[in-house]
């Protein structure tokens, strides 16, 4: 049954988006952000959409994948258009009994509010679809790095991410078994309420907290005798390096922002 | 390679338990490029011993000299694990990267070598194992034998002098456990590497160049495999069984049938009891 969490939703590939250096990415899904949350009228929102699907494009994720990432969303997103639709204070859509307290100004901010949620979302789903995760902390590990100077553990951080991603497989892996030997020995995880079912994975989370730290311990010996010393004096294998396409994608996207400023102002 | 001098090691005392000798006044050298396997049953002092090789833990008494170099020594423990590598029994948890390749790499990373030539080494040291094809999987996709390989790879990866597998196949299927073994000792032929192959399973260490056998954490038992499995009373005094072959002659004699324990070969033991059988009819 936990088998079918999909975690990393990594699709590889070999295209231009893919091929940018992580740390542009980054600062690319950053300053979409912040073009995103300028956005005032219909044509700055076609504008932002208009470069996320040109993106995704590029990227050749197929437009289902990113769909299918909105399904947890959906929830949220309906309740924050519904709840904008009724109470924001304007002129009323008409006379009719329920039509009365939906006004035309929450219909704009409802349908804006929904869209600025499905891009954010499918924009930072882009960025995790295109990069794999070891990049990903790759990137943060470079993008923090300045912070070493003010004694912030960044490789610490860094690695306890990728140590993290790398036992989620086998901690489900060990969830799974334990569930099915305490099923083996007459568990019921299936009925009951919910507070009931809660209080029935209890003899799952033991076992497996203890299990989890018997792992890290071994982890840390293995690690040592693999001459870890702290992420002082480390290379690496991978080495990120900017190239020109990651200086072209991140003014690309300065300019973006620039004009969704310039756009507000407008008014448009 | 590796000289132990009178190590003796004492487990803590714990909540409800006593503290346990686990090794007592052991002496033992491990010849450059030799392969040895170290036998005993649970709680004989096997895996401390190993443990003791690459300063993972420090004698109570007596000394362990890596290249003359002293564990005990902080300054040169770095350069102990470099030339001492180990490989654990559960293969899940020594595996730190997400990528197979990342992971290999992981050793020649913290020792700060530079990129070109970590490159070189992760690739030949996937090639050593045969993990080459699957170097961009997740190593969670592997099966248990081609984690253990990948285990083995980050350790080649450091070049190091000497492997010591503290159970290493253990949790393994017995394709894994082949595969495992092939490997080690492909790599004890082709590269001169020293092998410390700790075990319960008998038949592991019958291609051994010398099999020492451990037990209430003293050395009982060292020589060639065909020397300490003949003595297969003092085998099974110790708690221990000689590999199949030895065992079904040893039964035979019993039996009465005139022939000595010695095979550890399936051909050389079928040999023995067909001439065994010869003789009595004659």
Known sequence: MLKDITLGQYFPGDTPVHRLDPR????????????LFCAKWVISYALMALVLCVCVLFSRVPFRAMSRGLRPVYIIVLFTAVMNLFFTAGTPVSDLPVLRHITVEGAYTAGFMALR??????GTFLLTYTTSPIALTDALDSLLSPLKKLRFPVHELTLMMSLALRFIPTLIEETDKIISAQKARGADFESGGLIRRAKALLPVLVPLFVSAFRRAD?????MECRCYHGGEGRTALHVLRFAAADGVAIAAFAVLTAAMIVLRNLGW | MIQAQQVTYTYPAEEGREAKDALRAVTLTVERGSFVAVLGHNGSGKSTLAKHFNAVLLPAGGRVLVDGMDTADSAVTLEIRRRVGMVFQNPDNQIVANV?????AFAPENLGVPTEEIRRRVDDALAAVGLSDLRRHAPHLLSGGQKQRLAIAG???MEPECIVLDEATAMLDPAGRRDVLETVHELNRRRGITVVLITHHMDEAIRADRVVVMNEGAVAMDGTPSEVFAQVDTLHSLGLAAPDTVELLYGLKQDGLAL???ALEVDACADAIASALARKEI
């Open chain 1, 24 to 35: 542009a990415k980054i600062l690319c899904v950053v300053l979409y952000i912040v073009a």
């Open chain 1, 117 to 122: 949620v499905i891009l954010l979302i499918m």
């Open chain 2, 260 to 262: 000595t324990p010695d």
């Open chain 1, 218 to 222: 071994e982890l840390a010996t293995a």
């Open chain 2, 100 to 104: 197979v390749e990342e992971d290999a």
């Open chain 2, 155 to 157: 350790v080649i990866a």
